[in-house]
């Protein structure tokens, strides 16, 4: 297969079946499963295609066969691959999930497809416009798959959710109106190499709102106050999915943009991204450990956990970029896992949650603790001795006290009595439950084998400084 | 005329922030219309000042012109538009939210819908705590209320 093939296929395939899926009805079985299979399909071509990148280097073609610089260009590199896959990934498994659990919805895998069209969209464009239009497609995807089930309480977190992102994506459409207005170009790379010619004064204001675009996103210390609300309320997959999928749009969003657009940017703002991730990640554990609900303890911990990647972008180099890389794909994992057994009840379910709890806290045979070594290396080779004593003592603290949430949730939801009569009697389906726990046997294989996901990382942060100039 | 389009967009912008704030949520969404409405007219004015970089140098507009005369870049009123289309259907979906809210609760304003979700989940503690204590007690209260009512 060709390399343009291979670009389009995981962008084309979800988007033709959820149109043809959207008009069917979705709680029928054999629905769920054509879009199982159409999302399954897309992630064995996000693989290869990952495979293809790592080989031969980056992989660009330009749409409708026009000539370059008129039409939108799709870009492949590790970075985005990477991201790509991860998240296809996530939504497939979260689809799988709520196709044995029932789908009670006539437009749920529509939608879920449509997300994944849109997400993989957007790590797959050259195109700095075209990326705001995938990433709307996936947005408007997710602020209806929010309101699934139709709670009260979910159709008013979707509506809080699609308000304050809706506030984010004008704060970033302004901001590419004003990069185009600088350099003239809508085209990734032709933007990185202009803007090194602009007045830095009207690019800092550029990088300012690019910044507060993906951290709104993202839940980042000062501008998380919607997360909690929308994770809460929604429904298990819609949470893995919301946590383990669409908070990559930040993670892939803040490393493309400050690693390779704006870097010079990013290296000015350093000091500023690591106190604000350091902030993160105190805020985020410390009311983590305050609350009981396990989806809240989790939505708390999500806003701790960004806090890591950004610290590793705020560090920046090879070691940096690639340490960020490594704990976003760790950590959208960890969150799929945890938010999908919060869930479910029955046998097993505590040992593939006490696998992600471990995961989440860094402890050894999971993959988790490659990212929290990752982040550690970062932080000793930050700056200064004190700079880098001072990031490793917070990394430590940050994990300590994830270790008392996690093991809270842990007490709570699975060693205390369970009240009789509870919504908690029933069993959940085996089916899902095998699930999770393939879920978390892969959550200990790339722990044990993590040679993979150090070179994807290694090979992106290397992209990243070269196409990026500076370091 | 740039000072004059930049007020427009802060006094729109500024608005929209203002009606974004309010408890009512027709109101929200007017002012989140208004809002995504000065990101347009910022993305027009993106393209009404000619910078050198972005023009391509040699070639020939579509619509013939004389030479040297005042052109804007079409490039950002595609953007523009593709963006209120975007707009458009996402502002539609937030109407279709309320509309659910409004059958749900019978009014549009969030203050007072929460105190209902409040109350449900009240009623809902209340229903579930004497089936928590009923397993042990159950059977003395059942002897109670019999005594009572003999």
Not at chain 1, 15 to 22: K, Q, R
Not at chain 1, 415 to 430: C, F, I, M, N
């Amino acid at each position: 297969m060709t390399g343009s093939t291979l670009l389009v296929l995981p962008v084309g395939l979800p988007w033709a079946l959820a149109v043809a899926l959207a008009l069917l009805n979705g709680r029928r079985p054999w629905v769920g499963w054509l879009a199982v299979a159409g999302l399954g399909a897309s992630l064995v071509s996000v693989v290869m295609l990952t495979f293809r990148v790592l080989r031969e280097g980056p992989v660009e073609t330009v749409t409708g066969g026009w000539p370059a610089g008129v039409g939108i260009v799709l870009r492949a590199d590790v970075l985005g691959a990477t991201f790509a896959a991860v998240s296809v990934g996530v939504i497939l498994v979260s689809l799988v999930y709520e196709v044995f659990v029932g789908v009670r919805s006539r437009t749920f895998p529509a939608l879920v497809l449509f997300l994944a069209a849109g997400l993989s969209g957007l790590f797959l464009t050259g195109d700095v416009f075209n990326f705001y239009v995938f990433f709307e497609v996936s947005m408007t995807a997710a602020y209806i798959l929010t309101g699934y089930r139709e709670q009260d309480y979910q159709v008013r977190g979707a509506f809080i959710f699609a308000v304050v992102n809706l506030l984010g994506s004008v704060i970033f459409l302004i901001a590419i109106a004003a990069l185009y207005h600088v350099t003239g170009t809508l085209e990734m790379a032709t933007v990185a190499e202009r803007v090194r010619e602009v007045n830095p004064n009207s690019l800092i204001t550029i990088a300012t709102a690019i910044f507060v675009a993906f951290s709104l996103k993202l839940g980042l210390f000062p501008f998380h106050f919607w997360l909690p609300v929308v994770y809460v309320g929604s429904h298990a997959p819609v949470a893995a999915i919301l946590s383990g999928a669409l908070a990559n749009i930040g993670n892939y969003g803040l490393l493309r943009f400050g690693g390779d657009i704006l870097s010079e940017e990013l290296a000015l703002g350093a000091t500023a991204v690591l106190v604000l991730g350091s902030a993160s990640i105190i805020y985020g554990a410390l009311q983590a450990i305050s609350r009981r609900e396990p989806s809240e303890v989790l939505a708390y911990s999500t806003i701790g956990q960004v806090g890591y990647v950004l610290v590793a972008l705020g560090i920046g180099g090879t070691v940096g970029f690639s340490a960020a890389l490594i704990y976003a794909v760790v950590n959208s994992l960890n969150k799929a896992l945890l938010f999908l057994v919060a869930g479910l009840r029955g046998p097993f379910v505590a040992a593939a949650f006490a696998v992600g709890a471990f995961s989440l806290m860094g402890v050894p045979p999971a993959v988790g603790f490659i990212g929290k070594i990752a982040v550690f290396k970062a932080g000793l080779a930050a700056g200064g001795v004190i700079q880098a004593t001072l990031l490793v003592a917070l990394i430590f603290l940050g994990s300590a006290l994830s270790f008392v949430y996690a093991l809270q949730i842990y007490q709570r939801a699975f060693l205390a009595k369970e009240p009789q009569g509870g919504l908690w009697d029933k069993t959940s389906p085996w089916t899902a439950r095998a699930l999770v726990v393939a879920l978390a046997a892969l959550v200990l294989a790339m722990g044990l084998w993590p040679e993979p996901l150090l070179v994807l990382g290694e090979e992106a942060a290397t992209n990243l400084i070269e196409s990026g100039g500076s370091p | 005329m740039i000072l004059a389009i930049s007020l427009v967009v802060a006094v729109v912008f500024g608005s929209g922030a203002f009606l974004v704030l309010q408890r009512d949520l027709f109101r929200v969404v007017v002012g989140l219309t208004l809002i995504s409405n000065s990101a347009f007219l910022f993305i027009i004015a993106a393209g009404l000042t000619r910078g050198t970089a972005g023009f391509a140098q040699g070639a020939v507009p579509v619509l013939p012109i004389p030479e040297g005369s005042a052109a804007s870049d079409p490039l950002v009123q595609a953007m523009a538009l593709t963006a209120l289309v975007i707009s458009l259907s996402t502002i539609a979906l937030l109407l279709s939210l309320i509309y659910r809210l409004y059958v749900a609760h019978e009014t549009v304003d969030l203050e007072d819908i929460s105190e209902a979700e409040m109350r449900l989940a009240e009623a809902l503690e209340r229903e579930e705590e004497p089936e928590e204590e009923e397993k042990p007690e159950a059977g003395q209260e059942e002897e109670e209320i019999e005594k009572r009512s003999r």
